[in-house]
């Protein structure tokens, strides 16, 4: 290698470590306007479409010494910027206000209904991803045969149907008809006094204890509300993994590697994957957070005691600070994602990895 | 098969065929020559289908395209009727292909050493550890000073010219005999392409291998080549060796030829490259 | 006509060197649409989005009953029959004729968020590209920032403000639905924004407003109503989980997610009334995504593979 080469390389690799800092400030200043741009917006939904934000907290029944004095506590007697400079602070310490329905503050709810989202939406999602990642493959691979087409058909019915129907019909199919799925909840009555969790999440809390009982009961109430939501990741997942495998089996390293005398299976899954997988990561982080906003729907058809099922409860009843509450929730988990997946990606390829 | 030593590689009356929508497109039409143990240069302009006939020869054409020949033979294997199987073993074990541009044709996510091993433990059974030695030397082979250092890097931490070289270096690793180099100085500087033309060269005549260059090149190929084909329209419209190359023939030839600067000569008006059609029929 | 004359139509449809403007945008729009034909399932797609027109605009003669008034006497919940087709819901109203007439609720719920999202995002791409700098760069944060919330989630949060109604889900879901457009439109300002076309324009006076209406909108229009239509299936799916959750349209209004709502109680015994409108909901969009991905695979060949 002549001198020239490396200076050029020691050059490269100064440079790149400049543009990891600027990634790393572009990626802070990214997370904190999108978070503060959250909180503007359900700060703009709570405090100022309605005519009374008193009385959207506390309904019209509340006596008026009470609507006076949430008045205050509200700060709504303070001009509109430091009502929203009181509100971001609050945020930032967990505090959402006090639900009207639950009477807890809405943190505590939240932190309550989280764990059974979350466990929803990672099943989900691992399912998608394990049957959509070599479904997306082999479509892409057997190009316009019938698996492709099959594969094709299952998608587009997953981008069009309506989930919580879906979820109805898987009802009256599976649990009804069928009994091969319990009832919408979590976990039966019987398990729900007897059965102290950990982490929350009920699968892993049941396994840990020993518990194989509540376990095989907690995964005949979580099997067919994943399933729904891995269907819909499945649909996402395939046809975004058909689409990366089609682009990289194009490219010349794949005619250099057919030259190298490798199998197909090799060329396959040991260069096109690996390099769609770059890509794939950012898709399946994408269909993770799709999968919290879903639960919101699902939740309701299965009673799912998470996050969704609180908002929609919440909204029933109007109490807003808990829509709001778990709108922050959500969305905040959402942004948290989408940002990670975008550094997540930087970091998986070598083309942009310090070394 | 002691006569089989002199020809490696028998072509005879290879067509290629795209069908598309408009009708069958003829990428190669009707092309023959043989190859021995020399260096044979395929000269064309871009659509002449000279990508095409080294691909064909590879078994690399895209699935829907057509190839047939009379004879399409290496070292006595019939390569058409050949099963799948046995042409892949034949790839980058017997016959190895460099293509064009190493920012395209390494993976940019597997590191180069990891590449180069790749090849050799596909056509051979070696352990890791002499696999990672005989890499390293392959990649000294091509003049890497410090191949441990390039072994871990990815193809993008390094220059186009050892990116080529460690093309190079993953392409012969498992010993092949005959070689298609397909343009493969054309994406590099100027400056790097005569270091990798002469790495290409002396392992060449090393090994004795045989070599097919493809190139639109012409003063590139008749200096580094025995024999040139010229190929017009998926044709082969003149055939002579490298030496006499100014006393070709056929007007195409010559007007490539002419196309060429030369110091000291007035270019006005700049000649151009004159097509006919009749050439092409 | 004799083929002779066809076949030299065609040629010149598809000559490589046009004549006149006229001849290269014909010959574009004839291989777009031979592409877009060629593809089964897109010309499917079509045909459910002209039925669905054609349902929406002749309910009154196809709908042979009335979609909100119901037999609460002999006709409650009874099972799909020559009768009635998907049987009737617990108010004795014909399912079929609700459905017939719910497809005008879908259409709304489409055409309005169209006509709101898209211009709203054309705008703010457009002059983004446009002006550049610092009106770029705040234009753009606040598009980022809408395109990273959780779209079904927002549009809830809005409509719990608002109040319930089908005119306020159409609101909450344009409030959501805009910042693609306005990324799409912004990128095509960028490419024609230095362009000796538009300096000429400039040259002769014309103002950034006049530039930006003029010149720059109508060129971003095509792959806005790609991105439209391929968004249509969302919009109907979210504007019918609104309904489903009670805060889109309102009973009685024969709008599809209500429906599915309503029809939920008897779900386990009377699966027609939930059934049957979901699967109306399924179709549609089927319709609008089969027929967005036709449009782009015709009018985008890059993406063809996709």
Request: hydrophobic letters at 50%.
């Amino acid at each position: 290698m002549s001198v020239a080469e490396n200076q050029a390389t020691a050059g490269r690799g100064s440079a790149r470590a400049t543009a990891i800092l600027s990634s790393i400030g572009r990626f802070l200043v990214i997370a904190i306007t999108t978070y503060l741009g959250l909180l503007a917006v359900t700060f703009f939904i709570g405090r100022v479409i309605p005519i009374d934000p008193v009385l959207a907290v506390l309904g019209d029944r509340a006596p008026t010494a009470v609507v006076e004095r949430t008045r205050r506590e509200m700060g709504l007697d303070l001009p509109l910027i430091e009502q929203f400079y009181i509100y971001v602070k609050n945020a930032l310490n967990g505090d959402f206000g006090t639900s009207v329905l639950t009477t807890n503050p809405v943190m505590t709810d939240i932190r309550r209904a989280f764990p059974a989202t979350i466990e929803l939406a990672t099943l989900g999602t691992l399912i998608g991803a394990i049957i959509g990642v070599p479904l997306g493959v082999l479509a892409a691979v057997r190009r316009g045969s019938l698996i492709d087409q099959v594969a094709r058909i299952i998608g587009l019915i997953g981008y069009s149907v309506p989930v919580f129907w879906l979820g109805l019909l898987g009802l009256v199919l599976f649990y009804a008809k069928l009994r091969w799925v319990a009832f919408p909840a979590r976990l039966d009555v019987v398990y729900e006094y007897t059965f102290t969790p950990i982490t929350g999440f009920y699968l892993l809390d049941a396994a840990m204890q020993g518990q194989w009982d509540v376990f095989y009961d907690a995964f005949r109430h979580i099997v067919l509300p994943a399933s729904l939501l891995g269907y819909l990741s499945l649909a996402y997942i395939s046809r975004m993994t058909r689409s990366f495998m089609l682009n990289e089996l194009g490219q010349e390293y794949i005619v250099a590697a057919r030259a190298k005398g490798l199998s197909e299976t090799r060329i396959i899954w040991g260069h096109a994957l690996r390099n769609a997988a770059v890509p794939m990561v950012t898709v399946i982080a994408l269909s993770y957070a799709n999968l919290l906003e879903g639960s919101v729907l699902t939740e309701t058809v299965f009673s799912w005691p998470g996050i969704g099922l609180y908002i929609t409860n919440s909204l029933q009843n109007a109490d807003m600070n808990a829509v709001l509450g778990g709108t922050i929730a959500i969305g905040s988990v959402f942004i948290a994602i989408n940002l990670l997946s975008d550094l997540l990606y930087r970091l998986l390829d070598p083309r942009t990895k310090a070394g | 098969m002691s006569g089989k030593t002199s020809t490696l590689l028998e072509v005879e009356d290879l067509r290629v065929n795209f069908p598309t929508r408009i009708g069958q497109v003829q990428a190669v039409r009707g092309v023959s020559f043989s190859l021995g143990r020399e260096r044979l240069g395929i000269v064309g302009e871009s659509g002449s289908g000279k990508s095409q006939t080294g691909r064909a020869i590879m078994g690399l054409t895209p699935p829907q395209a057509q190839v047939t020949a009379r004879t399409l033979a290496f070292d006595g294997i019939d390569l058409l009727a050949a099963p799948a199987r046995e042409r892949r073993a034949l790839r980058g074990k017997r016959i190895a292909m460099i293509l064009q541009d190493p920012k395209y044709s390494l993976d940019p996510v597997m590191s180069i050493g990891r590449q180069i091993v790749e090849t050799l433990r596909t056509h051979e059974k070696v352990g890791k550890a002499e696999a990672r030695d005989r890499a390293l030397a392959m990649l000294e082979a091509v003049q890497i000073r410090d191949p441990s250092r390039v072994f871990d890097l990815h193809p993008h931490e390094v220059s186009g010219g050892m990116g080529q070289r460690a093309m190079i270096a993953m392409m012969l690793i498992a010993g092949p005999e005959m070689m298609i180099a397909d343009e493969p100085t054309s994406a590099l500087d100027v400056t790097v392409q005569l270091d990798v033309l002469g790495i290409l060269d002396r392992l060449v005549s090393e090994r004795g291998m045989g070599l097919i260059f493809i190139s639109h090149d012409l003063r590139l190929v008749s200096s580094f080549c025995d024999r040139v084909i010229v190929m017009y329209a998926g044709k082969v419209v003149e055939q002579l060796k490298a030496s006499e190359l100014r006393d070709a023939q056929h007007p195409y030839t010559r007007g490539l030829l002419n196309c060429m600067p030369r110091i000291g000569f007035e270019r006005h008006p700049l000649p151009v490259l004159d097509r006919k059609p009749e050439w092409a029929v | 006509m004799s083929t002779e004359a066809i076949q030299s139509r065609r040629d010149w449809l598809l000559s490589e060197r046009p004549a006149s403007r006229m001849q290269a945008r014909l010959g574009r729009a004839y291989v777009a649409w031979r592409r877009f034909s060629a593809n089964r399932l897109a010309f499917v797609g079509l045909l459910i989005i002209l039925a669905l027109l054609v349902v929406a605009a002749f309910a009154d003669v196809l709908a042979p009953y009335s979609p909100t008034i119901g037999d609460l006497k002999n006709a409650r919940l009874l099972a799909p029959s020559a009768a009635h087709w998907f049987g009737t819901d617990d108010l004795g109203r014909d399912i079929y004729s609700r459905i017939i007439y719910g497809s005008r609720w879908t259409l709304y719920v489409v055409i309005l968020v169209a006509i709101i999202a898209a211009p709203v995002g054309l705008l703010v791409g457009t002059v983004a590209g446009y002006a550049g700098g610092w009106t770029d760069a705040i234009l753009m944060r606040i598009t980022d920032i809408f395109l990273a919330f959780p779209k079904l989630v927002l549009a809830l949060a809005f409509v719990a403000a608002l109040g319930p109604g089908i005119e306020n889900a159409v609101l909450a879901i344009a409030i959501t639905s805009w910042p693609p457009y306005a990324r799409i439109a912004r990128a095509e300002t960028l490419t024609v924004r230095n362009s000796d076309y538009i300096k000429a324009v400039q040259l002769m006076g014309a103002s950034p407003f006049r530039i930006v209406l003029r010149h720059i909108m109508p060129l971003c229009i095509s792959s806005l109503i790609i991105r439209v239509t391929l968004d249509m299936a969302g919009i109907i799916l979210t504007a019918a989980g609104l309904g489903f959750l009670g805060l889109g349209a309102q009973p009685p209004l024969p709008e599809w997610g209500t429906m599915i709502a309503s029809g939920r109680r008897f779900i386990l015994d009377q699966w027609w009334v939930a059934g049957a409108p979901g699967f109306a909901i399924l179709i549609v969009s089927l319709g609008f995504n089969l027929l967005g991905d036709g449009l782009r695979d015709a009018l985008d060949p890059r993406s063809g593979d996709q």
